[in-house]
Nanobody
Framework: QVQLVESGGGLVQPGGSLRLSCAAS????????IAWYRQAPGKQRELVAG???????NYADSVKGRFTISRDNAKNTVYLQMNSLNPEDTGAYYC?????????WGRGTQVTVSS
């Protein structure tokens, strides 16, 4: 059983920055791909960014150039650096890992971008 815990969310002004963290209960990030999803009110959950064990990354078009996903294997932690935030980035952000045969989700951390 893998536990994922997100942190770093909060209230920020448009144009501001936040860094989200996802800590795993065991050393899985060096082996399995990890992703960040988000869900805004009234919208479907969407993939924001992903990173493989080899370090390859992928981003949603809406966040390219503004968000960066990274990994620290020694700390069993994945980060999402979010810059130039706008109100459309508001939502609950979730860390996700697929460790066959199971899907693992964190409980989420809220990001609110508002003046």
């Amino acid at each position: 059983q893998v536990q994922l815990v997100e942190s770093g969310g909060g209230l920020v002004q448009p144009g501001g920055s936040l860094r989200l963290s996802c800590a795993a209960s065991e050393s899985i990030f060096s082996i399995y791909p990890i992703a960040w999803y988000r869900q805004a009110p009234g919208k479907q959950r969407e993939l924001v960014a992903g990173i493989t064990s080899g370090g390859s990354t992928n981003y949603a078009d809406s966040v390219k150039g503004r968000f960066t996903i990274s990994r620290d294997n020694a700390k069993n932690t994945v980060y999402l650096q979010m810059n130039s935030l706008n109100p459309e980035d508001t939502g609950a952000y979730y860390c996700y890992a697929f460790v066959p045969p199971h899907d693992y989700w964190g409980r989420g951390t809220q990001v609110t971008v508002s003046s």
